[in-house]
């Protein structure tokens, strides 16, 4: 990996950073409750931020692509029958650090992926197929959102950087609503408002002329 990262890989290093910091003040007896409006328990919830970072990292890391899926692996943990499977699943006895570390790791290899990948080589997504801009948007939007899920459900205050979200909203949200608050604007564009909590919502993730 380059010693000066690009900046899309820079913003997911730093954002995945951010959240662990915050994510460390959460005890360990902690990771069962229910995310803030999710049917998913914070484990869970940051199961599917592995999930979405490694993913991600793999739709630009081997040399010959994916064609019109994600990568073929198959989700190898559920943990309760009528719950969602994931790939990436912490160690539940090592608590808070477990977790933590594995974000780490696992934001490891989008950011090193979206560094060094081809310009010119493409993933898959089924709201646009994307370059390595826009797989660090998505992966910073996955690993935000979804760390503001947890977070709230502890009353434990995290805000993004508004640089880095406003970056994400120029490259996937591109005709999302903007008031000058980046991170209130993103929230509104994914449905976690008073007044969007709901409504359906998508970013456009295809490569830009």
């Known amino acids: 990996?380059?010693?000066?990262?690009?900046?899309?890989?820079?913003?997911?290093?730093?954002?995945?950073?951010?959240?662990?910091?915050?994510?460390?003040?959460?005890?360990?007896?902690?990771?069962?409750?229910?995310?803030?409006?999710?049917?998913?328990s914070c484990r869970e919830?940051?199961?599917?931020?592995?999930?979405?970072?490694?993913?991600?990292?793999?739709?630009?890391?081997?040399?010959?692509?994916?064609?019109?899926?994600?990568?073929?692996?198959v989700e190898g943990v559920q943990p309760r029958p009528d719950g969602?499977?994931?790939?990436?699943?912490?160690?539940?006895?090592?608590?808070?650090?477990?977790?933590?570390?594995?974000?780490?790791?696992?934001?490891?290899?989008?950011?090193?992926?979206?560094?060094?990948?081809?310009?010119d080589r493409i993933g898959w997504h089924p709201y646009g197929n994307p370059d390595a801009t826009a797989l660090a948007a998505m992966g910073i939007t996955e690993t935000a959102l979804h760390a503001y899920d947890i977070l709230r459900a502890h009353g434990i205050d995290h805000r993004p950087d508004e640089a880095i979200v406003g970056r994400v909203l120029d490259r996937i949200f591109p005709k999302a609503a903007r008031t000058g608050d980046a991170w209130h604007d993103l929230l509104t564009a994914t449905g976690r408002t008073a007044d969007t909590r709901g409504v359906s919502w998508r970013w456009d993730s295809s490569v830009r002329s």
């Open 1 to 40: 990996m380059p010693t000066e990262l690009p900046r899309h890989a820079a913003d997911v290093r730093d954002t995945v950073q951010a959240v662990i910091d915050r994510i460390a003040l959460i005890p360990d007896d902690g990771w069962e409750r229910p995310a803030a409006d999710l049917d998913w």
């Open 45 to 73: 919830t940051a199961a599917h931020i592995l999930d979405d970072l490694g993913g991600y990292a793999m739709q630009l890391s081997g040399e010959r692509g994916h064609g019109d899926s994600y990568t073929p692996l």
């Open 84 to 119: 969602p499977p994931f790939t990436f699943w912490p160690e539940e006895d090592g608590g808070t650090q477990a977790i933590c570390q594995c974000l780490d790791a696992v934001g490891g290899l989008l950011v090193a992926v979206v560094a060094t990948a081809p310009p």
